[in-house]
């Protein structure tokens, strides 16, 4: 079974500070991983998603994200975060073998930019 | 955008009524689906649909039913309401890279 881990419930950070959100995940099958991001009070906005290919994925919003197979990990960055970046982030799996698109996330990580 | 809403958009309900919340898309995508997001526990799978009249049950599918009897409807149904359902609901569909585009949610208040 599949399932992932934001090692991060909350993360405070200044702005133009750069920033990292943590994810691992788990599974025994080749994966899609994905973060979406969630703005108060609105629905989920897809970030960035990793296939396959290159291991450094750009995003939107001048995000990016790394998939290390070793470490099963695919960690969300950003060099220099802006007040407007605050909002809750979720990691997410799939794999393109259960050809139904089922998504695991995680628990979300917070992100909290101060001025 | 996606072409996906919901409907309706906040409901408080009284434990033990039924209560159906409908997502509508326009889209023409195969795949649909129910999330509830809940505070840590991020979005959790309810059912989901790979087709009209064909659906499937999620990882916390209990207390809850769907339907799809046209592709671009896909209805959850709380047969009888508990407060453990309040949440919020998020239907969301998949094109073929596995890139789901979520609804704007539905609040849902059990009293």
Redesign the interface.
């Known amino acids: 079974a599949q399932s992932v881990t934001q090692l991060d419930s909350q993360v405070p950070v200044f702005e133009e500070a750069p920033v990292e959100l943590r994810c691992n995940y788990s599974s025994s099958v080749s994966v899609y991983l994905f973060w979406y991001v969630q703005y108060p009070n609105q629905g989920l906005q897809l970030l960035l998603k990793y296939l396959s290919g290159s291991t450094l994925v750009k995003g939107i919003n001048g995000f990016e994200a790394e998939f290390n197979k070793s470490q099963t990990s695919f960690h969300l960055r950003k060099p220099s975060v802006h007040i407007s970046d605050t909002a809750e982030y979720f990691c997410a799996v799939s794999g393109p073998s259960s050809n139904t698109g089922k998504l695991i996330f995680g628990q979300g990580t917070t992100l909290q930019v101060k001025p | 955008d996606a072409g996906i809403t919901q409907s309706p958009r906040h409901k408080v309900t009284e434990t033990g009524t039924p209560v159906t919340l409908r997502c509508h898309q326009t889209e023409n995508h195969r795949?649909m689906?129910w999330?509830r997001q809940d505070p840590?526990?991020?979005?959790?799978?309810i059912h989901?649909s790979?087709g009209v009249k064909d659906t499937?049950k999620?990882e916390v599918s209990d207390g809850y039913s769907v339907s799809r009897s046209k592709t671009e409807d896909f209805l959850l149904t709380l047969e009888s309401a508990t407060s453990s359902q309040t949440s919020v609901y998020?239907c969301?569909i998949?094109d073929s890279?596995?890139?789901?585009?979520?609804?704007?949610?539905t609040r849902l208040t059990v009293l």
């Open positions: 795949y689906y999330y840590g526990h991020g979005l959790r799978l989901y790979y499937d999620g998020f969301a998949t890279y596995n890139e789901q585009f979520f609804g704007p949610g």
